[in-house]
Structures are given as C-alpha cells and as structure tokens.
Nanobody, 116 residues
Framework: QVQLVESGGGLVQPGGSLRLSCAAS????????MGWYRQAPGKQRELVAT???????NYADSVKGRFTISSDNAKSTVYLQMNSLEPEDTAVYYC??????????WGQGTQVTVSS
C-alpha cells in the first residue's frame, strides 16, 4: 500500500499563488507517475497535471502556463505550484500515484478556494 499526505491548500485571492505538496510513504518503489487531479462541486474529477518517474510532465489546457508540477523522487514527494489563480480553480485537489503495473492510489484531498 501507498499512503499519501497532502498539504498546502487554503483560501487565496484571484491572482494569488499556492503550493501543494504530497508525500508518499509505504510501498513507494515502482512509482511510475505522480500527479494532481481536482473536483469542483457538481463536476467530475479532472486531471490537473502529472509527472512521470522519468520527469515527463502533462498539464490540463486550463492550467498550462500557470501551474507547474515537480517531484522529488528521493523523497517520493510531488509538488504543484499554482500561480495566477482564478475562481475557476476552486476545487478539492487530490494527489494521485500510479505504481507499476497499474496500481492507483489517492490522497484524501485538500481544498483550494480562490475568492475575493
């Protein structure tokens, strides 16, 4: 099993920044990718950004140029730097880890609210 602990959510004004962190523990060997998804009220969970163990990144079109995902493989930690936040970014953000061959783990979620 893999345990995920997220931190860094909160309330921020439009145009502000937040940094999310997610630390994995337990069976962290064989991690293929780490990433972030989000779910706004009344909407389906959607991909925000992912990073593979090799460093390849993928972003949702809505966050490109504003969000940056990074990881520290030695610490089994993934980060999401969110800049120029918009009210539409308000959601619960979930950390996700995929282990070989196809095992998926989710964090408990952290609330991000963008409001003036």
């Amino acid at each position: 099993q893999v345990q995920l602990v997220e931190s860094g959510g909160g309330l921020v004004q439009p145009g502000g920044s937040l940094r999310l962190s997610c630390a994995a523990s337990g069976r962290v060997f064989g991690i293929a990718a780490m990433g972030w998804y989000r779910q706004a009220p009344g909407k389906q969970r959607e991909l925000v950004a992912t990073v593979t163990s090799g460093g390849s990144t993928n972003y949702a079109d809505s966050v490109k140029g504003r969000f940056t995902i990074s990881s520290d493989n030695a610490k089994s930690t993934v980060y999401l730097q969110m800049n120029s936040l918009e009210p539409e970014d308000t959601a619960v953000y979930y950390c996700h880890v995929r282990r070989y061959p196809a095992l998926n783990y989710w964090g408990q979620g952290t609330q991000v609210t963008v409001s003036s």
